[in-house]
T-cell receptor, first 117, second 112 residues
Framework: GAVVSQHPSWVICKSGTSVKIECRSL??????MFWYRQFPKQSLMLMAT?????????EQGVEKDKFLINHASLTLSTLTVTSAHPEDSSFYIC?????????????FGQGTRLTVV | GQSLEQPSEVTAVEGAIVQINCTYQ??????LSWYQQHDGGAPTFLSY????GLEETGRFSSFLSRSDSYGYLLLQELQMKDSASYFC?????????????FGTGTLLAVQP
């Protein structure tokens, strides 16, 4: 299957700092990528849809000024958690689909475990 | 909006058959997918139903009834390695975003 690489896999940062997470599609081009957040023992919550060359589409309740998304190329999307606080500690996962049809499999990055202290 | 509900936990023994249900309320819904996630790992795709009926993929089968807003994942010949969280996910909310909305998730524990 297709490969989506996410980096870093885990990070610990101090409260008030910003953290950038990268999501790359290694062997296919992805005009759209998706960012999810997952708290322990809970489901994946869609945060935003990252669109190559245009602004991201955020889900209701997600602060766009806090979670900055940039999709500068067909293989790279970045999520920056600005001024991170302990409540932002979570597992962040990106995904991408190879095609535009609805039955194409979604491929997920390995996830980034963010701990803010 | 979309919401997909699943039982929170299911326990079964090796070799058994288990069914994980998913009931949903959606608008603009086009299909149901199933994903497996081991603790600390990324979700991996298991199955997809675009139409009503049963889809079989090895030990895993998935069923969809759009008229009942209901689907399930059937796991046969359970193995210890099947212990994981399982999520149904709804596809399509209109437009070209093709996003997946995940269900509440079911933690499956397989016992010897």
């Amino acid at each position: 299957g297709a490969v989506v690489s996410q980096h870093p896999s885990w990070v610990i940062c101090k409260s008030g700092t910003s953290v950038k997470i990268e999501c790359r599609s290694l062997d296919f081009q992805a005009t759209t990528m998706f960012w999810y957040r997952q708290f322990p023992k809970q489901s994946l919550m869609l945060m935003a849809t990252s669109n190559e060359g245009s602004k991201a589409t955020y889900e209701q309740g997600v602060e766009k000024d806090k979670f900055l998304i940039n999709h500068a190329s067909l293989t790279l999307s970045t999520l920056t958690v600005t001024s991170a606080h302990p409540e932002d500690s979570s597992f962040y996962i990106c995904s991408a689909r190879m095609g535009a049809t609805l039955n194409t499999e979604a491929f997920f990055g390995q996830g980034t475990r963010l701990t803010v202290v | 909006g979309q919401s997909l509900e699943q039982p929170s936990e299911v326990t079964a023994v090796e070799g058994a058959i288990v069914q994980i249900n998913c009931t949903y309320q959606t608008s603009g819904f086009y299909g149901l997918s199933w994903y497996q996630q081991h603790d600390g790992g990324a979700p991996t795709f298991l199955s997809y139903n675009a139409l009503d009926g049963l889809e079989e993929t090895g030990r895993f089968s998935s069923f969809l009834s759009r008229s009942d807003s209901y689907g399930y994942l059937l796991l046969q010949e359970l193995q210890m390695k099947d212990s994981a969280s399982y999520f149904c996910a709804g596809s399509g909310c209109g437009g070209a975003t093709n996003k997946l909305i995940f269900g509440t998730g079911t933690l499956l524990a397989v016992q010897p």
